[in-house]
């Protein structure tokens, strides 16, 4: 396998590009803080780096790549997957090539399944597995609801208990001028649905429930009392599959209660991967 | 020129608050609520009979489509209908236009190879083979195919089509969607290399550049009529000249909706009411749903965002005349109807391949004929030879049918469906 690896500095979060996959994969990381190895994977809305993830840094080094797509200037790259096993496969890549044998793993929502998923796989690289509103399961009575056909509006409230809190307006810019900032925004977004969408299309069940079984990692899930995407009673599917897993909801928050209520979040991974 | 009659097949009596009760026409419309089997029998009887007696008015050919799970247009296989309408119309030189069977949604796709053969046989060489990609309601939401694998899909399934139809010796397809070890058409169409192919299209520029690569005819199915289509068609032609294809207007289809009556007042009154219907609860569905995330790629993503083209206008707020002075329909008497056809969509976009829909949303079914018939009569003879001087070769219509049609006879005509 050949990796290359670019290194750049912006302010306190460290920025490289990772080529995986015969180099037609480019893979964004952002990294920061000192301590264990911490991989984040983000959820279906892009990756940006926030205040929950400044809150892990202060005890890990934490690394959070972009999804297949998501890596700007790398949108097509995503073309080159044709399913979850090679994105699982990239995954692995992708840690092999930043050095990585083993890490606690973090992801949320489409990232909780993918760190879920890649805990199956290859159950040595997980040490601990935090899964926050985790996506994996079907329940025909707790149907998901399709995000990617809301408008963005019912987006934001379908996301957040609170769609007026701080992490909803920046993840939402105001639109009403022609701000090509607030259209540059949407244009992430849109697309990170769009590339993320591409292994969980029509239904976000592609099969863990024959692989979670292969997790050895201790695993928390977190899930936002509140959350109206995806029901908290998908966790009793993890949990009643899982050896080794038990359930935290935070109250007040919705289906991102790490960017709802960052501190909070942050410090319940936080001890959960200290133990 | 070549005309030929669309028809959707729509739900015709949709209750009045239909809009707002409802999510949406499409995909979501409870059927146990809306609908009736027997009645939608009735529907589909009465869309076979008015394509019908539109062959039997002069028109060049008859069109269907596939949709999926709405009251907007039901006919989830164009082919059944296709089938109908090739019997029927057995002796005359009118085209079966498929506009037609959704090949991302078929699999494999060699099925839509093998019943275009089987209708192209049953026709006696007649067919025009649309290959449309599907809206992204009926291939994403209803068929549940990846956002980001419908084109790439419909690419491959697209050159499979094409060789199954062509090949002579047996072939194996190992493609990245389709597998088939062994591929031995049968039938294959009467039509040789293989029927001409149509390939609808909403505007995106994507599928104008696989138009002109692969020199089929696109066509634009527009509800907003000629003037709105204007800078989209002008892209189109411009790619056929940058892509050194010859500027044939027969590279070219358009639908346009059209009601006529005796004179202009009397079309308002007798088709107000149906062209709001259509606009009104057949088009109502969630603008994201048109291009949910995924189906466009990075380039047009960031060109659609940058420049909105479906927030222009909500045709909710928008009534028969507004419909009718912004040429979303063309309406009026035979004179008017025929004049801004010609100006606007045929010279206006360059436009060889010429479909009208005459049954639009809840016009009953005398009420459709009667518009049928009298475009046979009045409109229709007043526009096939738009292009017969220029000398052009419509390489896109059945090699037997290109000729322009006899006229037709007074008493066919008038006789009923």
């Not at chain 2, 419909?154 to 047996?170: D, G, M, P, S, V």
């Not at chain 2, 009467?190 to 995106?204: A, D, F, L, R, T």
């Not at chain 2, 000629?226 to 294809?245: N, P």
Request: charged share 20%.
């Amino acid at each position: 396998m050949t990796a290359h690896v670019q290194t750049s500095r912006v302010s306190e979060t460290q920025e490289r590009t990772v080529s995986v996959w015969q180099g037609r994969v480019r893979i964004r990381v952002l990294s920061k803080g000192r301590g264990p190895a911490l991989v984040f994977f983000h959820g279906p809305w892009g990756l940006t780096w926030d205040p929950f993830l400044d809150e892990l840094a202060q005890s890990f080094s934490v690394l959070a790549p972009a999804h297949p797509g998501t890596t700007p200037d790398a949108h097509d790259d995503v073309y080159h997957l044709d399913g979850l096993w090679d994105l699982v496969l990239c995954y692995d890549e992708l840690l092999e090539a930043l050095g990585i044998r083993d890490a606690a793993f973090v992801g949320h929502s489409f990232g909780g399944m993918v760190a879920c998923e890649l805990a199956a796989a290859y159950p040595d690289r997980a040490r601990r597995l935090a899964l926050i509103a985790p996506l994996g399961f079907w329940r025909d009575p707790d149907r998901i609801i399709n995000w990617m056909l809301l408008e963005p509006g019912e987006l934001r409230r379908q996301i957040f208990r609170d769609p007026e809190c701080d992490a909803a307006r920046r993840m939402f810019p105001p639109s009403d001028e022609q701000d090509s900032s607030a259209t540059a925004a949407r244009v992430r977004m849109v697309w990170a649905m769009g590339t993320t969408g591409k292994f969980i299309w029509p239904i976000p069940d592609k099969g863990l429930k024959k692989r979670i079984h292969r997790v050895k990692a201790p695993t928390l899930l977190v899930w936002g009392k509140e959350d109206r995407l995806v029901p908290p009673v998908y966790a009793d599917e993890f949990v009643g599959r899982l050896s080794d897993a038990r359930v935290q909801t935070v109250a007040d928050t919705g289906h991102a209660p790490h960017l709802e209520q960052p501190a909070t979040v942050a410090r319940t991974v936080r001890e959960f991967l200290s133990q | 020129m070549k005309i030929s009659a669309f028809h959707l097949m729509p739900h015709r009596e949709l209750p009045a608050d239909f809009e707002r009760r409802y999510e949406s026409v499409w995909v979501t419309p409870p059927w146990w609520e809306l609908a009736d089997a027997r009645r939608v029998g009735q529907y589909y009887n009465w869309t076979l009979d008015e394509l019908l007696y539109a062959a039997k008015c002069g028109f060049d050919g008859v069109c269907t489509n596939e949709h999926h799970q709405n009251a907007y247009g039901f006919m989830p296989s164009p082919n059944l209908m296709g089938s109908v309408l090739a019997r029927a119309t057995n002796g005359t030189n009118v085209a079966i236009v498929q506009m037609g069977a959704t090949l991302p949604t078929s699999n494999p796709p060699l099925r839509v190879a093998e019943e275009y053969a089987m209708l192209d046989c049953i026709s006696g060489g007649r067919l025009v083979a649309g290959l449309p990609l599907g809206s992204p309601m009926d291939v994403n939401l209803c068929y549940g195919i990846t956002p980001m694998e419908h084109r790439e899909r419909y690419r491959e399934a697209f050159a499979l089509t094409l060789k199954a139809w062509q090949a002579r010796e047996i072939f194996s397809w190992n493609g990245r969607y389709f597998q088939l070890a062994t591929v031995n058409l049968w039938p294959r169409p009467i039509q040789e290399p293989h029927p001409p192919v149509w390939v609808p299209g909403s505007g995106s520029i994507s599928t104008f550049d696989f138009a002109v690569e692969h020199d089929v005819c696109y066509c634009f199915l527009s509800y907003s009529g000629a003037r709105s289509a204007k800078t989209m068609m002008d892209a189109y032609w411009r790619v056929v000249a940058e892509k050194g294809r010859d500027l044939n207007p027969y590279r070219a289809g358009f639908l346009q909706l059209v009601v006529v009556a005796e004179s202009d007042a009397r079309a308002e009154e007798k088709f107000a009411r149906h062209v709001e219907y259509f606009y009104h609860k057949c088009l109502h569905v969630p603008g994201v749903w048109f291009s949910p995330p995924g189906n466009q790629d990075y380039r047009s993503l960031v060109a659609t965002m940058a420049n909105p083209v479906r927030r222009a206008e909500n045709p909710k707020n928008l009534r028969y005349r507004d419909f009718v002075e912004k040429g979303y329909v063309i309406a009026g008497s035979p004179a008017t109807v025929r004049d801004r056809l010609k100006e606007e969509v045929i010279n206006g976009l360059h436009v060889g391949n010429l479909m009208v829909l005459l049954q639009i949303g809840s016009m009953p079914h005398e009420l459709a004929l009667e518009n049928i018939e009298l475009f046979g009569r009045e409109v229709l003879p007043g526009l096939r030879d738009v292009w017969d001087d220029a000398g052009w070769v419509n390489h896109w219509w059945p090699e037997r049918l290109r000729q322009p049609a006899a006229p037709v006879a007074a008493g066919l005509a008038a006789g009923g469906a």
